[in-house]
């Protein structure tokens, strides 16, 4: 008799959980991340494409960079490394071991509410040929201009 207290007690737990994932995706819809692309576009590279856009969110009042980098297909074959990712005080560390082919990384987020504001984002990226371990790197800078 006890059977059926406990099996509803258990489909409300259940609707507890489907009524807060609710909750939480009203309150992420309200939310919009935009994207700041630098002035030479998201990514630069043929071979190699090294990938930057500022991403804020304004219902947080936050930014971060997001970095990407990726083997283009087909050619030589490399292996791709992020070292690094800062976007002002934003920064974050990859970890420094080489990737088959494609990579991502984000920086820490830095504040920025009510203002517009240049943001300096900056990136190292490594890439190796996979055959002959020929290693290149760059750094990439760049500013973007983001309203907050
Ligand atoms: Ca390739």
């Known amino acids: 008799m006890t059977l059926v207290p ?9 609707v507890a959980v ?3 994932g609710l909750v939480v995706s ?4 309200q939310a919009a991340i935009h994207i700041y692309r630098p002035p030479e576009g998201t990514c ?3 071979q190699v494409l090294r990938c ?5 969110d304004d219902r947080l009042h936050r930014f971060r960079l997001w970095v990407e980098v990726t083997d283009a297909a087909g050619g030589t074959a490399y292996d791709v490394d992020i070292v690094e990712a800062r976007a ?4 974050s560390w990859g970890d420094n071991v080489y990737s088959s082919r494609w990579e991502r990384l984000v920086s820490g987020y830095d504040t920025c509410q ?7 984002i ?3 990226f490594f890439w190796r040929n996979s055959a002959t371990n020929n290693h290149d790197e760059e750094r990439r800078t760049s500013s973007v201009t983001v309203t907050c």
Do not use: K, Q
């Open 6 to 14: 406990r099996m509803l007690a258990r489909l409300l737990a259940v």
């Open 18 to 20: 489907a009524a807060t």
């Open 26 to 29: 009203a309150s992420s819809a």
């Open 44 to 46: 630069v590279g043929t």
């Open 52 to 56: 930057m856009e500022l991403h804020y």
């Open 88 to 91: 002002d005080d934003g920064h």
């Open 114 to 120: 009510g203002t517009t504001e240049t943001v300096v």
């Open 122 to 124: 900056s990136a190292l």
